[in-house]
Structures are given as structure tokens and as C-alpha cells.
Nanobody, 125 residues
Framework: QMQLVESGGGLVQAGGSLRLSCAAS????????MGWFRQAPGKEREFVAT????????YYADSVKGRFTISRDNAKNTVYLQMNSLKPEDTAVYYC??????????????????WGQGTQVTVSS
């Protein structure tokens, strides 16, 4: 059973940056593609970014493309989300997730089997 623990959230002004980390344990990290999702108050959890198991291929939601970068370090069992040019609408709880299956990566919550507890990101205007 894989455990995921996010860190790096906080309060930042619009235009600022944050780097989220997600440390994995209890499983073979490199077997899973990884994703970041977020959930704002009163809204559904939405896809943010995903990265493949080993070849580094990535995919982003249109709302964060060009501002956020997802990466992973399989030697450290960690996935990152670098967030630049933050906007108030990026305010949410951010979750990392691990998925498996035939896909290289996925934007669908249904393909992710393990989830972290989330870290709060608040962007002030």
C-alpha cells in the first residue's frame, strides 16, 4: 500500500511561486504514473498535471500550462509541482496521486489509486 505525503503549500501573493513536493513510501514508485489535482471550496476536484513513470512525458490542464511544471525523481520517490505566476484562482487544496494501468499518464481521477491528504495553497490578490 503506497502512502503519499504532500508538502510545500502556503500563502503567497499573486505572481509569486511555490514548489509542492509529494513523497511516496510503501510501494515501487517507478511503477506508477503520478498526477497533481486540486480542489477549491465548493468545487469538484480537478486535474492539474501528470507525469509518466520514467520517460518524463507530461500533460497539463490548460489553466496551468506555461505556469506549472511537474517533475519526478524516482531515486527519491518524490514528485514535484513547481508553480509560477500564481493567480488567486489557483487557490485550492492540492493533492498528489499515483496511478497504474496501461496508460502512460492520465487526467482521470478514476485511474489514480493512491492519494495524499492534500496541502493548502492560498494566493492573495
Amino acid at each position: 500500500q503506497m502512502q503519499l505525503v504532500e508538502s510545500g503549500g502556503g500563502l503567497v501573493q499573486a505572481g509569486g511561486s511555490l514548489r509542492l513536493s509529494c513523497a511516496a513510501s510503501g510501494g515501487t514508485f517507478s511503477r506508477y504514473f503520478m498526477g497533481w489535482f486540486r480542489q477549491a471550496p465548493g468545487k469538484e476536484r480537478e486535474f492539474v498535471a501528470t507525469v509518466s513513470r520514467s520517460d518524463g512525458s507530461t500533460y497539463y490542464a490548460d489553466s496551468v500550462k506555461g505556469r506549472f511544471t511537474i517533475s519526478r525523481d524516482n531515486a527519491k520517490n518524490t514528485v514535484y509541482l513547481q508553480m509560477n505566476s500564481l493567480k488567486p484562482e489557483d487557490t485550492a487544496v492540492y493533492y498528489c496521486a499515483a496511478g497504474s494501468g496501461a496508460a502512460t499518464w492520465s487526467t482521470s481521477r478514476r485511474q489514480y489509486y493512491y492519494w495524499g491528504q492534500g496541502t493548502q495553497v492560498t494566493v492573495s490578490s
